[in-house]
Nanobody
Framework: QVQLVESGGGLVQAGGSLRLSCAAS????????MGWFRQAPGKEREFVAA????????FYADSVKGRFTISRDNAGNTVHLQMNSLKPEDTAVYYC?????????????????WGQGTQVTVSS
């Protein structure tokens, strides 16, 4: 079981940027994929971005394409989500997750381990 801890959330004005980090208890590329999800008040948790390690392929939700970038640090034990041009509708609790087995990186129900979440609030 991998332990995940998110950090970097906070309050930012619309158009601003935040960089979220997810520290893992083992190197991230030892899993099949790592993903970022978010949950806004009254909404279901939704897919935001993921990175598949076998070919270092990134995936993004349509709502964040061109604005968010998923990456890992040089040590290989932390995954980041760079969020630019933030909008009020990006306000949510953001979670990182680990998927051990292969398959679709878009299926939230197939991720195995989850962090505690970090709050992102974008003001108008």
């Amino acid at each position: 079981q991998v332990q995940l801890v998110e950090s970097g959330g906070g309050l930012v004005q619309a158009g601003g940027s935040l960089r979220l980090s997810c520290a893992a208890s083992r190197r991230t590329f030892s899993s099949y994929a790592m993903g970022w999800f978010r949950q806004a008040p009254g909404k279901e948790r939704e897919f935001v971005a993921a990175i598949r390690w076998r070919d270092i392929t990134a995936f993004y939700a349509d709502s964040v394409k061109g604005r968010f970038t998923i990456s890992r640090d040089n040590a290989g034990n932390t995954v980041h989500l760079q969020m630019n041009s933030l909008k009020p509708e990006d306000t949510a609790v953001y979670y990182c997750a680990d998927r051990v087995r292969g398959g679709s990186v878009l299926k939230i129900e197939e991720y195995d381990d989850w962090g505690q979440g970090t709050q992102v609030t974008v003001s108008s």
